[in-house]
Nanobody, 125 residues
Framework: QVQLVESGGGLVQTGGSLRLSCAAS????????MGWFRQAPGKEREFVAG????????IYADSVKGRFTISRNNAERTVYLQMNSLKPEDTAIYYC??????????????????WGQGTQVTVSS
C-alpha cells in the first residue's frame, strides 16, 4: 500500500515557476514508478510526466516537454515536478500517482494503482 500527499500548488503568473512535491509512505515506494497527471475543469485527466523507480528514465507529455522536470529522492520518499515557463493552459489540479502495475502505457490513468488528493495550480494571464 502506498499513500501519496501532494504539496506546492498555488497561483502564479504566466512565465512563472512552481515546484510540486509528492510525499509517499509505504514499504514499496522505492520500487515503484511514479507519475504526475493533471485535470482541468471539464477535461479528462491527462498524463504529465513519469519516472522509473531508479530515476534513470523519465517520460513527458508533449505539452510540457522542455518546461517540466520530474525527479525523485528515494531516501526522502518524495517525487518532484519542477514546472517552468508556466502557461494559463497549465491550470489544473495536479495529481501524484504511483505503480503503473506493469502497464505498457503510462499515459492511461487506469494503469496507475495509487493516487494523491491533488494540488491546485492556477496560472494567470
Amino acid at each position: 500500500q502506498v499513500q501519496l500527499v501532494e504539496s506546492g500548488g498555488g497561483l502564479v503568473q504566466t512565465g512563472g515557476s512552481l515546484r510540486l512535491s509528492c510525499a509517499a509512505s509505504g514499504r514499496t515506494f522505492s520500487r515503484n514508478a511514479m507519475g504526475w497527471f493533471r485535470q482541468a475543469p471539464g477535461k479528462e485527466r491527462e498524463f504529465v510526466a513519469g519516472i522509473t523507480w531508479s530515476g534513470g528514465s523519465t517520460i513527458y507529455a508533449d505539452s510540457v516537454k522542455g518546461r517540466f522536470t520530474i525527479s525523485r529522492n528515494n531516501a526522502e520518499r518524495t517525487v518532484y515536478l519542477q514546472m517552468n515557463s508556466l502557461k494559463p493552459e497549465d491550470t489544473a489540479i495536479y495529481y501524484c500517482t504511483a505503480d503503473p502495475r506493469g502497464g505498457s502505457s503510462w499515459y492511461a490513468s487506469l494503469v496507475w494503482a495509487y493516487w494523491g488528493q491533488g494540488t491546485q495550480v492556477t496560472v494567470s494571464s
